[in-house]
């Protein structure tokens, strides 16, 4: 979450937190399901140009942080998953279908 959350009122707190809770489990879900390690995605998101730390890594997939939008293309790319599927847990899990 930001650190800059002084002035942000609870309720907006909240709404981003279980987004990014949401957000990581569907993450960690499709990684499981792929039988990929978290060091396999990241070297995945690699390939798409976007680059992240495996703290960072760990802290969007456990609904710690939320995915800039670099990283959202990245994940939806290594995992083979569709946007809204990754952003909203709707449609098919598969990016082709």
Known sequence: ????????????????RSLAEAFGA??????????LTQEQVRI???TESVSITRDRYSRIEMGKALANAAEIFALAA???VSYPWLLE???PVEAGE
């Open 1 to 16: 979450m930001p650190r800059y959350t002084r002035d942000v009122p609870a309720e907006y707190s909240e709404f981003e």
């Open 44 to 46: 995945r998101m690699e």
């Open 26 to 35: 569907r993450v960690r879900q499709r990684r499981q399901a792929q039988r």
């Open 78 to 80: 290594a995992l083979d």
């Open 89 to 91: 847990g709707k449609e």
